[in-house]
Structures are given as C-alpha cells and as structure tokens.
Nanobody
C-alpha cells in the first residue's frame, strides 16, 4: 500500500483545515487507516483511526469533537477534517494503514503507531495564534 498525505498548510487559530490521504497499491477492505501527528521535539501522537470496510471510528480524547475522520471507498481516499484548530495542533500529520490480522479486533486498539504497516510521507499543518 502506498500512501500520500496532502492538504496541510498555514491556518489561523480557530480555523478549519481538511487533510487528505490517497491510497494505492492494493485493496483496503482488510485494513484500518489512521492519522498520527508529530510536533517538533515531541513524540508521534495518535489522532484518529477508521475501519475501511465498516467505517468505525475512534479518536484521541483531545481531538474528539473537533476532528472528523472519514473515507471514500470508491476513491481510495481518507480525510481528516480539523475544526477549531489550536496552536498546539501544529505538527506534521501522517496517514497510515494497518492490515487486520485477526477477525476479532477493536478499533481502539489501533491507537499505537506500532500496529501500522504502511505510512505516508506527512503533511505540515501550522496553526498561527
């Protein structure tokens, strides 16, 4: 699976921005896809994840209610709609995909980057205060 994230940029605090992730290479029906972010000097942080087939979602607590993850199966695209942006949301945002290795799984268990098999190159989001 090849992933390409784009859509980052400079936005004022309180504004909105939508990130996109284009996936190619193989069918994603047996995958979940997630967004992570990494700010300078900080560890990579989980943002949100979505099941490609079911559309089930899960968010980091600090993003729930402000960010919305979605996907377009027909276009092989995933999105992250970010609202009410804060300066602390500034980071490089990465999209990632994880293969489902079991028929029994919970979406919340995909909040760790170690579970992901494929990563995009990242797109920078800068929120000015």
């Amino acid at each position: 699976v090849q992933l390409q994230a784009f859509g980052g940029g400079l936005v004022q605090a309180g504004g909105s921005l939508t990130l996109s992730c284009a996936a190619s290479g193989r069918t994603l029906s047996s995958h979940v896809m997630g967004w992570f972010r990494q700010a300078p000097g900080k560890e990579r942080e989980f943002v949100a994840v979505i099941s490609w087939s079911r559309g089930t979602t899960y968010y980091a607590d600090s993003m729930a209610g402000r960010f919305v993850i979605s996907r377009d199966n027909a276009k092989n695209m995933m999105y992250l709609h970010m609202n009410s942006l804060k300066s602390e949301d500034s980071a490089v945002y990465y999209c990632a995909a994880a293969r489902l290795r079991s028929v029994i799984w919970t979406i919340s268990s995909f909040n760790s980057g170690s579970r992901y098999d494929y990563w995009g190159q990242g797109t920078l989001v800068t929120v000015s205060s």
